[in-house]
């Protein structure tokens, strides 16, 4: 794997990094999990060094022929869904501006300027372009997280972004890592934008609840003895 990343990342030399791989791969004693790794890499670099999303889907593609009906093969489903169809897609994903989200803490407090990089009339563009490739695909993971911040932070409708973070949440095989990012975000937008405290300290609960060694955990903490110093106030 050493020889194969220095041939893409190096050398930028992807046929012979995929060749090496694949080597790894034929190898008798090379673990499944092993597999799986050496597969999920090669797409890394299909994406990131020669920005070919339908090179990064036949190695995807590769792990579910080879370990067929496995949790393996499921996750390199999902991460299938979540590629981009095209070239084109993968260049406007790269070339997006970020958009700002909301943190718990400090931040919490001070609004996000719609003028920040993303026009009203630009965010319904966008948070259109996310609907149609949600029809396309609803587990679309990137682009429902994406909808849901347009929603929330520059479509004025946070309700709105606060369904689709649910919809992200019950979505099977997560992250947990994800997870406990998009409960936060929950809770800043009720806090922030529905102006609903106590909606967003049972959210924070929540947060701590399942996810207590998470860094957003420790953000809800402070926030929760804030907003209950709010309330003695």
Known sequence: ?????L?????NDLPEAEQ????????PRTTPSQISIALH???DWHLKVAHRPEAAR?????????????????????RLNQLPANAEELRERQSSAPIPMPALGDQLDEPFPLESGVSRQK???????????????????????????LFAERLGQPDLGIEQVMLLLNMPEQP??????????????HIRYREDP??????????????PDSPQALSARRRIRLIDMESAG
């Open 198 to 211: 106590q909606t967003g300290r049972n959210v924070l609960e929540r947060l701590i609840r399942e996810f």
């Open 123 to 149: 965010a319904a563009d966008m948070a259109n372009g996310c609907v149609e490739k949600l029809k396309a695909d609803p587990n679309n993971v990137a682009a429902r997280e994406k909808l849901s911040r």
């Open 20 to 27: 090496t791989v694949l080597e790894i791969c034929d190898q």
């Open 58 to 78: 036949r190695a995807l593609q590769a792990i579910c022929d080879r370990l067929p009906n496995s949790h393996l093969a499921h996750m390199a489903h999902l």
């Open 176 to 189: 947990d890592a994800k997870r406990a990012e998009w409960l936060s975000w929950a809770a800043a937008w």
């Open 7 to 11: 041939y893409a990342n190096q050398f």
């Open 41 to 43: 890499r090669l797409a």
């Open 1 to 5: 794997m050493m020889l194969a990343d």
